[in-house]
């Protein structure tokens, strides 16, 4: 996500790695590779691997391999492509269980929708500000995914949900303007 207040809400963040592999250590078949897993018989990390990407101790992305890409170019040479997305990505393949609900406000409905399938369970992994809306007990439709339930919550609060750089899950309030009276006049 370039910037999240500009890219739609409720997308993944997506990450593309570029690897030029000379020793072939990315090889999908390379039993000699310091990433290959003997028990598996594969390399070691593959779709759904956790990746974290990181800068001068700060993390820019955090989330997992969605596809990986090895391309022989000659022999000594070989380009491997790594895509990744963010937990959002997973979000919107697991099914929502079906249920009554009662009524609460948006980051309390967030958070048990959240607990309810054991998404971002660590501590302090749902950083959730208070909602402004209040959403009533409308039972919960289990065609859909997880993320396609939090963003019906989203769309009634107007807000933004996203996971940032160290993989948490972010909530954010509808933004509310701060209005004063001057004179018998908002401002």
Same mark, same amino acid.
């Given at each position: 996500? *370039?910037?999240?207040?500009?890219?739609?809400?409720? *997308?993944? =963040?997506? !990450? $593309?790695? #570029? &690897?030029?592999?000379?020793?072939?250590?990315?090889?999908?078949?390379?039993?000699?590779?310091?990433?290959? @897993?003997? $028990?598996?018989?594969?390399?070691?990390?593959?779709? @759904?691997?956790?990746?974290? &990407?990181?800068?001068?101790?700060?993390?820019?992305?955090?989330?997992?391999? $969605? #596809?990986?890409? #090895?391309?022989?170019?000659?022999?000594?040479?070989?380009?491997? $492509?790594?895509?990744?997305?963010?937990?959002?990505?997973?979000?919107?393949?697991?099914?929502?269980?079906?249920? !009554?609900?009662?009524? #609460?406000?948006?980051?309390?409905?967030?958070?048990?929708?959240?607990?309810?399938?054991? !998404?971002?369970?660590?501590?302090?992994?749902? &950083?959730? %500000?208070?909602?402004?809306?209040?959403?009533?007990? !409308?039972?919960?439709?289990?065609? =859909?995914?997880?993320?396609?339930?939090?963003?019906?919550?989203?769309?009634?609060? *107007?807000?933004?949900?996203?996971?940032?750089?160290?993989?948490?899950?972010?909530?954010?309030?509808?933004?509310?303007? %701060?209005? *004063?009276?001057?004179?018998?006049?908002?401002?």
């Amino acid at each position: 996500r *370039q910037n999240r207040f500009r890219d739609p809400t409720g *997308q993944p =963040s997506t !990450a $593309t790695l #570029q &690897i030029e592999d000379r020793d072939f250590r990315f090889s999908l078949v390379n039993e000699g590779s310091p990433y290959w @897993n003997a $028990t598996k018989g594969r390399l070691g990390f593959e779709l @759904n691997s956790g990746v974290r &990407i990181s800068r001068n101790g700060t993390y820019l992305f955090t989330g997992i391999i $969605t #596809q990986y890409d #090895q391309r022989i170019e000659n022999p000594s040479r070989s380009l491997v $492509t790594i895509n990744c997305s963010d937990e959002l990505f997973r979000l919107n393949n697991t099914k929502i269980a079906a249920g !009554a609900v009662t009524p #609460q406000r948006s980051d309390e409905r967030i958070d048990s929708v959240l607990g309810s399938v054991g !998404a971002f369970s660590r501590p302090g992994q749902r &950083i959730l %500000e208070t909602g402004k809306a209040n959403l009533g007990s !409308a039972p919960i439709d289990s065609s =859909s995914s997880v993320l396609e339930y939090l963003m019906r919550v989203h769309t009634s609060e *107007q807000g933004r949900i996203w996971v940032d750089g160290a993989g948490n899950f972010r909530f954010d309030r509808r933004l509310v303007g %701060e209005y *004063q009276a001057i004179d018998g006049y908002l401002s």
